[in-house]
């Protein structure tokens, strides 16, 4: 991988080495030190709302069963038997108050305790030859949640997900929070693009730049009247905590006209206006800034954006969430997720999930033109002439370092962290600052848990606590 601190250093001067985006080692280095620490999405609470409510999900190789136990607390346990390691859970979501192992009949409750062990007593001697008491499948080592949305980290020593998101948060009520009963998410699609995982995420969080050209075609066909050059370069994009994203200029207006234009009827916007803080409304309504993509370092992105469903009709906004869930250095699976507020008329949650799959969505008319570059920019990254490219990810910074336009001040812009009005990789750089902090970062040495036996005469403990249970998100 040649000089990694010149590699790190450039990252950070926003000269990206070229082959970042299609490196088996820089994949190995991100496994190691960058998905094993940093905290991943895993699933929106609305998803489980029963007890026994469960899906499975993935962080990169490790799969997890993410279940609503028999007392309605959120578990997520690593997905491998206790006993030889097979998937306890093969079904992607369903309803059960215990999984059964299929290798050899071992079962656990929804809260990954151990319950029935086959032959128990002629195999193991019993209770007295295998205490299952306090045996569990192996819990994430963090999890926590924010406005309904389960995030783990594979870290147990991870800083706590308030802190790792930071301010982000006040952007992501704007998708999440729009009534005080949240949201509720639809989905999600998922499939496989032949694009390194990282264009994803930097494209949501900055990229207004590639608007007006990439998608000239939605715009022509009249699905979408935004991304017009000058409409674009009017919106701003900022950074906060752990993510950042861009917004649309709006036209002159009250908070209510502003969020009329893009489509939202007037029992949300009461809602909205219920709902979030006085900065969070004057970012709209006094800025005139309406959230468009963002993400969160380092994979989770979102969109919200407002195109005509109907021919002659007006437009109507759609958000969606997405993860880049990394399957190779050249290959990421993508889960898209439709979000909407739980309280939205049954009309409006019907046409917005419609203008969510004409725009986004595997067969979505952005995604396809996004993903078009994403394929061709990581199969040139793989060849030995981008070893000796370094991109330009400078846009927004002079050559001298000092910024092409001035921050904006508090009068202009409510919301917290840094924003800027215009084209500008600001976003990009911060992204790729952050994935250049977790991977220089040497490897901790992690515990490994044994059950019910002796390594080198000592008993396992880290799960013989008589109901000692995965901690529970309530
Ligand atoms: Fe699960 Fe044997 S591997 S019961
Ligand atoms: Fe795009």
Redo the contacts with the bound molecule.
Sequence with gaps: MGDQSAMFEAVREGMIPAHIYNDQDVFALEKERLFSRSWLFVAHESEIPNVGDYVVRHVLDDSFIVSRDNTGEVRVMFNM?L????Q?CRAEMGNASHFR?P????SYRNDGRIVGLPFHQEAYGGEEGFAKKGQRLLPAPSVDSYNGMIFVSLDPAAPSLEEFLGDFTFYLDYYTKQSPDGVEVRGPQRWRVKANWKIGAENFAGDMYHTPQTHTSVVEIGLFREPKAEKRKDGNTYWAGNGGGTTYKLPEGTLEERLRYVGYPDEMIERMKQTWSHEQLAVVGDNGFMISAASIFPNLSFVHNWPKVEDGEDVLPFISLRQWQPISENETEVLSWFIVDKNAPEEFKAQSYKAYLMCFGSTGMFEQDDVENWVSLTNTAAGSMARRLHLNSRMGMKMDGSEVVPALGPDQFAGPGTAYVGYGEYNQRHLLSRWADYLEREPEQIDSVSIGGAIRGQLGTSCDTPGDLAPAIQ
């Design positions: 038997c006993h030889r390691g097979m306890v192992c290798y050899h009949g071992w």
